[in-house]
C-alpha cells in the first residue's frame, strides 16, 4: 500500500501563494503518476493537476492554467502544487492521489488517496 500525507494548507489573502506538498511512502514513488484534486464547500471533488511518472507529461484543470504548477521530486517521494494568484474559488480541501499510469488519475481510477489539506482564500 502508500500512504500519502499532503501538508501546506491554510488561510491566504485573494492574490496570494502557497504550496502545498504530498509526502509518499510505502511504495516504489516513481512508479507512480500524481495528481491533485480539490472539493470546495457543497461542491463534488474535482480535477486539478496531474504529473506523469517521470515528470515529462502534465496537466491542469482549464481554471488553474497560468496559475498552479504541479512538480515532483522522486528522490524525496514529494509531489508539489504551487498555487499563485490565489482566488477565493479556489477555498477547498485538496487531496493528493496516486495512479499507476496517468490514465487512471480520476475520481474513481486513483488507486491511493491523502486525507486532504484545506487552503481557504479570503477576498
Known amino acids: 500500500q502508500v500512504q500519502l500525507v499532503e501538508s501546506g494548507g491554510g488561510l491566504v489573502q485573494a492574490g496570494g501563494s502557497l504550496r502545498l506538498s504530498c509526502a509518499a511512502s510505502?511504495?516504489?514513488?516513481?512508479?507512480?503518476?500524481m495528481g491533485w484534486f480539490r472539493q470546495a464547500p457543497g461542491k463534488e471533488r474535482e480535477f486539478v493537476a496531474a504529473i506523469s511518472r517521470g515528470g515529462g507529461s502534465i496537466r491542469y484543470e482549464d481554471s488553474v492554467k497560468g496559475r498552479f504548477t504541479i512538480s515532483r521530486d522522486n528522490a524525496k517521494n514529494t509531489v508539489y502544487l504551487q498555487m499563485n494568484s490565489l482566488k477565493p474559488e479556489d477555498t477547498a480541501v485538496y487531496y493528493c492521489?496516486?495512479?499507476?499510469?496517468?490514465?487512471?488519475?480520476?475520481?474513481?481510477?486513483?488507486?491511493?488517496w491523502g486525507k486532504g489539506t484545506l487552503v481557504t482564500v479570503s477576498s
Open positions: 492521489a496516486a495512479a499507476w499510469s496517468s490514465s487512471r488519475m480520476s475520481l474513481n481510477g486513483a488507486d491511493y
Open positions: 510505502g511504495r516504489i514513488f516513481s512508479n507512480y503518476a
